[in-house]
Nanobody
């Protein structure tokens, strides 16, 4: 599945931003879809994931309570609503998807076979 991420940009600290990830080629119906981010000089960090079929959601500790991942069945799109943004949220955000991943691997970048192009989110202080 090909993934297309959109929605990045510049926002002030405390602001909000929404990222979107759309699939082309097939639906997300059998997939786990998520987001990772990578800041300069740092490793890729798990942000959030949703198991499409069940709607279960999972979050990284650093974004829990501020970010919300959701799915739009009609548009075959996953959204990441980011609120109360902090400068440390600045990173390139990547949409990921996999149809065979197991729950214990949701937070592991290498477990996902499909990656979208990154979208840069910059939070100014």
């Amino acid at each position: 599945v090909q993934l297309q991420a959109s929605g990045g940009g510049l926002v002030q600290a405390g602001g909000s931003m929404r990222l979107s990830c759309t699939a082309s080629g097939r639906t997300f119906r059998r997939y786990v879809v998520g987001w990772f981010r990578q800041a300069p000089g740092k490793e890729r960090e798990f942000v959030a994931a949703v198991k499409w079929s069940a709607g279960y959601t999972y979050y990284g500790d650093s974004v829990k309570g501020r970010f919300t991942i959701s799915k739009d069945n009609a548009e075959n799109t996953v959204h990441l609503q980011m609120n109360s943004l902090k400068p440390e949220d600045t990173a390139v955000y990547y949409c990921v998807a996999d149809s065979t991943i197991i729950q214990s691997s949701y937070r592991t970048p290498s477990a996902y076979d499909n990656w979208g192009q990154g979208t840069l989110v910059t939070v100014s202080s």
